[in-house]
């Protein structure tokens, strides 16, 4: 099993490691193998040694099936004019868009990635607070099914193209039916699941504990039978934020910000508080890796006040290390 830790190719992220090499080290002291990057294409960190390279998340825009579909109803009330629209997605066009992504997609296998991760979910800041959904599951999926059969198309093969479960409309790993219904219709042969344990927990807001989501995931992992088989990869860790969004989640903010960029920031803070990537304390949920046997399991985690990621990973191995026995 390849273990790795998420981190952007970021200049100010990579700043107080004192460049790759360093961090690479303190990457191996905990014996982990890499790191699964991610581009930042405002603050690009060239170099990264391909040998630290354990996987590649690719870009990504939580709110795109109205862009990709041209919708401009949908789009200009959401962004207000298309001088806006440009500024969220640096272009235009549906074709525009492909070509930023076919460039991180060759990102990746330059850097010689094993596995590239893609969100199959759509949601918009509004929806985020009102859980009002603007699309259904399902024409998400096929948004996506289309998306990355374009992308892929003349893609050599050679590495594993994983699809990540979110809690918005789109893929949540809560219904094998459409579960299958996603990975039957990408036309690409090395195609699995990144399993993200914190997103499942969010599908559930009457998870009160780390042990009831290890209780939870482990449901729903069981319930897809022989699809569990497609479970390539993990990112690991746990979100108990049901009680926040019992509390918070309907209506929006009666102050909230007019401007996109300006509600974007504000937003941030609310969907970190559903989504909490928190390490596991809980030794338990080492029957989660057990169970799904996953190819690649990544510590996504995020930096604390008080604690560093590296600190987090360190936390997390160890409760992996305490549930080994």
């Not at 990579?14 to 790759?20: E, K, R, Y």
């Not at 759509?122 to 289309?146: C, I, N």
Request: net charge negative.
């Amino acid at each position: 099993m390849i273990q790795s830790m998420n981190f952007p190719l970021s200049a100010y992220c990579l700043q107080p490691f004192g460049g790759w090499e360093a961090l690479a080290a303190r990457v191996r002291a905990l014996g982990l193998d890499g790191v699964e990057a991610i581009a930042d294409p405002d603050d690009m960190a060239e170099g990264i040694p391909l040998s630290l390279v354990s996987g590649y998340h690719l870009t990504f825009y939580p709110d795109w099936l109205d862009f990709w579909r041209q919708d401009e109803k949908a789009l200009l009330r959401k962004f207000g004019s298309w001088a806006e629209v440009e500024k969220v997605y640096r272009c235009t066009r549906p074709e525009e868009l492909m070509e930023q992504f076919r460039a991180d997609l060759a990102l990746g296998v330059s850097l010689g990635a094993p596995y590239m991760v893609f969100h199959v979910a759509d949601v918009s800041l509004e929806e985020g607070y009102t859980y009002r959904w603007l699309h259904s599951s399902r024409e998400v999926l096929d948004g996506a099914v289309e998306f990355i059969n374009v992308l892929l198309k003349g893609v050599e093969p050679g590495f594993d193209f994983l699809v990540e479960n979110q809690w918005w409309p789109g893929f949540t790993f809560t219904d094998p039916a459409e579960t299958e219904y996603l990975l039957s219709r990408i036309d690409y042969p090395r195609v699995g699941i990144m399993l993200d344990t914190g997103h499942l927990m969010n599908t559930e807001w009457r998870i009160r504990s780390q042990k009831d989501g290890i209780a939870y995931i482990r449901r729903m992992v069981e319930k897809h039978g022989d699809l569990r088989r497609s479970i390539l990869g993990m990112h690991f860790h746990q979100s108990v934020s049901g009680a926040y969004c019992r509390k918070t989640v309907g209506e929006m903010p009666p102050d909230f910000p007019t401007e996109y960029f300006a509600a974007f920031a504000r937003s941030y803070g609310h969907i970190q508080s559903i989504d909490r990537h928190r390490p596991w304390t809980e030794p338990s949920c080492v029957s989660l890796i057990d169970l799904a046997e996953p190819r690649y399991l990544t510590h996504e985690l995020a930096s604390g006040k008080r604690k560093s990621q590296l600190g987090l990973v360190a936390e997390q191995l160890r409760t992996i290390r305490r549930g080994r026995g």
